[in-house]
């Protein structure tokens, strides 16, 4: 039996979005378990792994040496994208970042406009990446909560496009529209209202002018978040009775 690599959960869940046959590159690869599993299952031909830093991408290396994948393997020491080149990959893969991070990766790189599959992950500052992702060229398409041990992540899909302006929840959550439908998203958007809830009491009685417009914008998102938490709640409720029905 041909061994493998067994992903954690967002991992995993990345690699089930990278088409079938796509040269993909992954972005900031550390061990290379994304590439080196998707190989191995036999999903892609050819990946190029890169990294900012020699010690990662040394245990890149390592990783594609003991599987053997060395001529489908190649290692680029770069930061972001900026030792590929337009058209080397058709699926790029950028996880574990801040959403900032991942912005300024892409604002270096224009040419993932055309044509390929962005698979992004932030870790933190998503509002500020759908934001600029909106205002440069870039629609998300599919989005999922996906959760690992006590944290959430999001996983956004996303393509060269036209993307209409986000509402302050739809830079938090994402754009309904975009979810897919799947049991943990109510738990997930229960638990960014109460973070939420936190920071508003946070700033209630915060006399500085820079947190009248952050309070402002907090408040608008908790209305919209509340209301979409009763809307999924009515739909799992709605679910479960079919179910039983047909039962």
């Not at 990946?47 to 010690?55: E, F, H, L, Q, T």
Request: charged share 30%; hydrophobic share 40%; glycine share 8%.
């Amino acid at each position: 039996m041909r061994q493998t690599i067994q992903l954690t959960p967002r991992l995993r869940a990345a690699a089930d979005w990278v088409p079938e046959g796509a040269v993909l590159c992954d972005v900031g690869t550390d061990h290379a378990h994304l590439p080196t599993a998707l190989l191995l299952e036999g999903k892609i031909d050819r990946a190029i792994a890169s990294d900012i830093r020699p010690g990662p991408l040394g245990r890149a290396g390592d990783t594609v040496r003991r599987f053997g994948l060395e001529e489908q393997v190649e290692l680029r020491l770069c930061p972001g994208l900026e030792g590929i080149a337009p058209g080397e990959a058709d699926a790029v893969t950028i996880c574990g970042m801040g959403g900032e991070t991942i912005l300024h990766i892409l604002e270096a790189a224009p040419w993932t406009k055309q044509g390929v599959r962005l698979i992004l992950q932030p870790q933190r500052s998503q509002p500020e990446l759908r934001r600029w992702l909106a205002a440069n060229g870039y629609a998300v398409r599919r989005e999922r909560m996906v959760r690992e041990g006590a944290r959430w992540y999001a996983l956004l899909l996303v393509e060269g496009g036209w993307e209409a302006p986000l509402s302050p929840a739809e830079e938090l959550a994402g754009r309904p529209a975009h979810w897919v439908r799947e049991p943990e998203r109510l738990a997930a958007l229960r638990a960014l209202a109460e973070k939420n809830r936190r920071l508003l009491r946070g700033l209630e009685y915060s006399a500085k002018p820079e947190d009248i417009p952050r309070r402002a914008w907090l408040l608008q998102a908790q209305e919209e978040l509340t209301r979409w938490i009763e809307e999924e709640r009515l739909r799992e409720n709605q679910d479960g009775k079919e179910n039983s029905n047909l039962k």
